[in-house]
């Protein structure tokens, strides 16, 4: 795969995330699929789909724009900012009808046109800071 088809894919995953679309992954990713993050690792689609799935019930109008996305051989790299507002309960954090944004980027490495793994990096103390969990926001 090219990385412009590589783009392609990362960016048409990332609208069915935003849909909820979650049916959909396995289109997307691997079976071995791996998400790195400095918490801990997502192993495999359904874990991946439970991960969404809360994320969706924090905040059900959230979208993903990618500010930057570049690539070369098997590699995408994307700087984004998700955003929307918080209307359910958030990792113990009741609902604030708080605009939310947080900012990340992805590593994310393609293997037979599908998403292999991915090592992100997400601002998570602004999202708390944001939910007034944590000083220092505003």
């Keep these: 795969m090219s990385v412009e088809e590589n783009k392609a894919i990362y960016r048409r995953f990332c609208e069915v995330w935003d849909k909820a679309e979650f049916d959909h992954f396995p289109e997307f990713l691997t079976p071995g699929f791996v998400m790195h993050m400095p918490r801990g690792d997502v192993a495999g689609i359904d874990a991946l789909r439970q991960v969404a799935e809360a994320g969706l019930a924090a905040s059900a109008d959230r979208r993903t724009n990618l500010e930057t996305l570049v690539g070369e051989g098997d590699m995408v790299v994307s700087r984004y900012t998700s955003e ?9 954090i009741a609902p604030t009808g708080r605009k939310l944004s947080l900012q990340g980027f992805e590593l994310v490495r393609f293997e ?3 998403i292999a793994e991915v090592w992100g990096v997400r601002d998570e103390l602004g999202l708390l800071q944001q939910l007034g969990a944590m000083p220092g926001h505003g």
Excluded: L, P, S
């Excluded at 929307?84 to 113990?92: E, L, P, S, V």
């Design 112 to 114: 037979g046109g599908r």
């Design 84 to 92: 929307g507002t918080h209307t359910g309960d958030f990792q113990g």
